[in-house]
């Protein structure tokens, strides 16, 4: 299904910008009519949302998320969460209607521990990295846990840090401020909601419900950029991967009680959900070969 063949973007004013290893252009997607659509970290801050483990016996890749406010709430695709009994990310984008409770697919991201270290789940400052969330895409469902534990080990293999509990969030990022004050400046204002970004490894494009929730969320991924060191810079051509997008064929993905959900998984590998027929987040990945 081509969901986005009448998708209209104004070309003439791309920005591209050129940083180090990656290349960023920042997108503008109007929306149609105002959604009352707030995320984890907009709403922990006032007890408005709740993540607990499951009762009973836990289980590493669900929780329980309760959320309390009269607006939705999104959980974005490699949100981290930490607390209870493990830290753990946000598996695939999901929204929550208002004061509706959910079981919620997580992975976790802190496999040496298996003790609670509070009651509830705490938002984090940083997302887990394209290259870990492009390989959940690029497996099954069943092979997911296991692909993102052993990426987590590999970054840790190839630094000089050590983890007791293996846990991605306590990796120290190279400190770059000004790389990540640089990239902010020139990516965020209130018009952006949609960013492209290929770096050494990975290449993709997110786009978000509006400009708040896209500055939010691009903050914490930004953190987990200088994580890989390995080069391969290469120029692009952003009209061919639009095109791209434009052309994807969807299936359509679970339908929960709110949103409408469709996936992706060929040459491009990516999720998006809708509320009541406006975008509310799309991640899309493609190959670095892709030009």
């Known amino acids: ?42 709403l922990v801050s006032g007890g408005l949302v709740e993540a607990t483990e499951l009762e009973g016996n836990a289980e590493v890749n669900k929780i329980i998320v309760n959320n309390k406010s009269d607006d939705y709430l999104v959980l974005h695709d490699g949100e981290i969460i930490v607390g209870a ?5 946000i598996d695939k984008s999901i929204i929550l209607n208002s004061n509706e409770i959910q079981n919620v697919d997580v992975l976790c991201v802190e496999k040496g521990r298996w003790n609670y270290n509070s009651s509830e789940f705490s938002q984090h400052n940083t997302k887990l990295s394209p290259e870990i969330r492009y390989s959940k ?11 993102v534990w052993n990426e987590i080990d590999d970054i840790y293999l190839n630094s000089d840090q050590y983890s007791q509990s293996s ?18 400046s020139k990516i965020f204002n209130n018009q952006y909601n949609g960013l492209f970004v290929k770096g050494p490894q990975v290449c993709f494009l ?18 987990s950029f200088l994580i890989n060191k390995k080069k391969d810079y290469k120029k692009i051509n952003i009209q061919n991967y639009l095109k791209i997008l434009k052309n994807s064929d969807w299936n359509k993905d679970f339908i929960n009680s709110v949103d409408q959900s469709f996936v992706i998984n060929d040459k491009i590998k990516g999720r998006v959900i809708f509320l009541k027929g406006q975008l509310v987040h799309l991640i899309l990945y493609f190959h670095n070969k892709l030009h």
């Open 1 to 42: 299904m081509k969901i986005f063949e009448k998708l209209r973007i104004d070309k003439r004013n791309l920005k591209i910008i050129e940083q180090g290893d990656w290349i960023f252009v920042p997108l503008e997607f109007r929306n149609k009519y105002d959604l009352n659509i707030q995320t984890f970290s907009s």
């Open 85 to 89: 009994k493990q830290n753990r990310t």
């Open 137 to 147: 895409e690029s497996t099954n469902q069943q092979n997911k846990q296991d692909v």
């Open 167 to 184: 846990d991605f969030c306590e990796f120290k990022e190279e400190n770059n401020e000004v790389f990540l004050n640089t990239i902010k």
């Open 206 to 223: 997110e786009i978000f419900y509006d400009a708040k929730i896209y500055e939010d969320q691009i903050s914490k991924s930004i953190k």
